[in-house]
């Protein structure tokens, strides 16, 4: 099954304009990580952020988590076209000896297509 | 620095054939693992390995079997190919330290089973 769920599916924006994805999960996590996928390639490691924080930058990325809610949002501002590409949100849990080594468990992923 | 090295890029296999996946490693990094990749359905874990002669089920293992005597390689054999294995294959490493880390993927392998 899969841990998390992300909204929306698929987006459409205009260069230079905001795109936001969100994730949801449902166990407890050690950390949430977002992971960028060209048509046809690998992952890219974009951000991981850890269980106790909340908020987190990386140049044009912002990630946001509330664990509470069991959600993280993946804020890209000033897109650009070569932002193209599907987002995918993964989570490490937690497991009965309190370690997270080794599982990660990825959502559906989102689809975003910048408009030069 | 090759990073994450997956082989073949492409494979098309018949029911009931058998074959390895490769996946090869230059980092040094202890733990490595394999997701498949379906449409519409994300990635998910088929197994993974924390070091050199450990290696341990992920969420659909059923099929594929590992072994890791090295800690540069981790390959992925299917026993005897179906259909329903049709997918792209990554392989991936993680890095790092609880403080800061990652994964790095492999650029896949897509295959196919007629």
């Known amino acids: 099954s899969q841990q998390g769920e992300e909204d929306p599916q698929a987006l459409s924006i205009q260069e230079g304009e905001n795109a936001t994805m969100n994730c949801s999960y449902k166990?407890?996590?050690?950390?949430l990580q977002w992971y960028r996928q060209n048509s046809g390639r690998g992952l890219v490691h974009l951000i991981l952020?850890?269980?106790?924080?909340r908020e987190k930058h990386s140049g044009r990325l912002r990630v946001t988590l509330d664990t509470s809610k069991k959600s993280s949002s993946l804020l890209i501002t000033a897109s650009r076209a070569a932002d193209t590409a599907s987002y995918f949100c993964?989570?490490?849990?937690?497991?009965?000896?309190?370690?997270?080594?080794?599982?990660?468990?990825f959502g559906q992923g989102t689809i975003l297509t910048v408009h030069p | 620095n090759a990073g994450v090295t997956q082989t073949p890029k492409f494979q098309v296999l018949k029911t009931g054939q058998s074959m390895t996946l490769q996946c090869a490693q230059d980092?040094?990094?202890?733990?490595m693992s394999w997701y498949r990749q379906d449409p519409g359905m994300g990635l998910r874990l088929i197994h993974y390995?924390?070091?050199?002669?450990?290696?341990d089920q992920g969420e659909v293992p059923n099929g594929y079997n590992v072994s890791r005597s090295t800690t540069e390689d981790f390959p992925l054999r299917l026993l005897s190919a179906a259909p329903s294995q049709t997918s792209v294959y990554f392989c991936?490493?993680?890095?790092?330290?609880?403080?800061?880390?990652?994964?790095?993927f492999g650029s896949g392998t897509r295959l196919t089973v007629v």
């Open positions: 991936a490493t993680r890095w790092g330290t609880d403080m800061f880390m990652g994964y790095t």
């Open positions: 166990t407890s996590i050690n950390n």
């Open positions: 952020i850890r269980s106790n924080e």
């Open positions: 993964a989570t490490e849990s937690i497991n009965a000896g309190g370690t997270s080594y080794g599982k990660l468990t």
């Open positions: 980092m040094n990094h202890e733990y």
């Open positions: 390995s924390v070091g050199a002669g450990i290696t």
